[in-house]
């Protein structure tokens, strides 16, 4: 666990959404670092941490982390592999496809900021509602909205996961959602999948065929995965320290 002190400058209703795009007919997806090169300082924080103490999660290591202290908020990093966490057949089971991935799922693609139950999420740039829903299954996302931006002209859908009911609430398909608005709140245990309070925060270069995106994906399918959802850094900035690739356990 690293612990750090945060300072960065820089239910109610189901839209499914529609989409062409396949994995299979994909080809050029594009590059990232391009996309949003106009760094972090074009963008809001999601959650707002200034001033707020936060510590870095190990899910490498098996194992039950401790609670969060009273104030505190953690980060769970993207492309980490997390041996042990994920036991459902959700993620075991080659029937379980989500947007063309399948197998057994444990390399987290998304990146988690924890912190107490009803922490407001905000959108980090102007964009439209694409879908939200409610996602049931023990392990899932739970209620969840995905928001559409045109970020250098180029589409980038943004999934946040594990949200409270009433997120969903007074929500509709085209809606508008300006940079800083808060577009939903962490949700309970009850209610976000069964995991405690956080946002599951990923970007998508290819559209969504529903509120859902594969937030773990297996190490076959990794290559491809690291090309569809990039880095969330390069939107919310350098939340934790270590550069690109995939953090293996050690």
């Given at each position: 666990v690293i612990d750090m002190t945060?300072?960065?400058?820089?239910?109610?209703?189901?839209?499914?959404?529609?989409?062409?795009?396949?994995?299979?007919?994909?080809?050029a997806l594009p590059d990232?670092?391009?996309?949003?090169?106009?760094?972090?300082?074009?963008?809001?924080?999601?959650?707002?941490?200034?001033g707020k103490k936060v510590i870095v999660r190990d899910f490498t290591k098996s194992g039950?982390?401790?609670?969060?202290?009273?104030?505190?908020?953690d980060i769970g990093r993207y492309n980490e592999m997390r041996p042990g966490m994920?036991?459902?057949?959700?993620?075991?089971?080659?029937?379980?496809?989500?947007?063309?991935?399948?197998?057994?799922?444990?390399?987290?693609?998304?990146?988690?900021?924890?912190?107490p139950a009803g922490t407001p999420v905000h959108s980090f740039a102007d964009g439209i509602i694409h879908c939200y829903g409610y996602n049931p299954e023990k392990g899932d996302y739970g209620h969840v909205i995905i928001v559409e931006y045109q970020v250098n002209k180029t589409p980038v859908w943004a999934l946040y996961g594990h949200l409270s009911a009433k997120s969903c609430g007074y929500k509709h398909k085209g809606m508008s959602v300006k940079k800083g608005d808060i577009i939903g709140w962490f949700?309970?245990?009850?209610?976000?999948?069964?995991?405690p309070p956080h946002v599951h925060f990923q970007l998508s270069f290819i559209e969504p065929k529903t509120h859902d995106l594969p937030g773990v994906v297996s190490l076959a399918d990794h290559s491809r995965s690291e090309k569809q959802f990039p880095d969330p850094r390069l939107v919310l900035g350098p939340l934790y320290p270590g550069g690109e690739g995939l953090i293996r356990p050690k």
């Open positions: 945060h300072s960065i400058k820089e239910g109610f209703g189901s839209e499914k959404c529609s989409s062409n795009f396949s994995m299979e007919t994909s080809t990232a670092k391009a996309v949003f090169k106009d760094g972090v300082s074009s963008f809001s924080p999601i959650v707002k941490l200034d039950t982390e401790e609670p969060l202290a009273e104030g505190t908020y994920y036991v459902s057949e959700l993620y075991q089971d080659q029937k379980n496809e989500i947007e063309g991935y399948s197998g057994v799922r444990n390399i987290h693609m998304g990146l988690d900021i924890g912190g949700g309970t245990e009850k209610e976000n999948g069964g995991w």
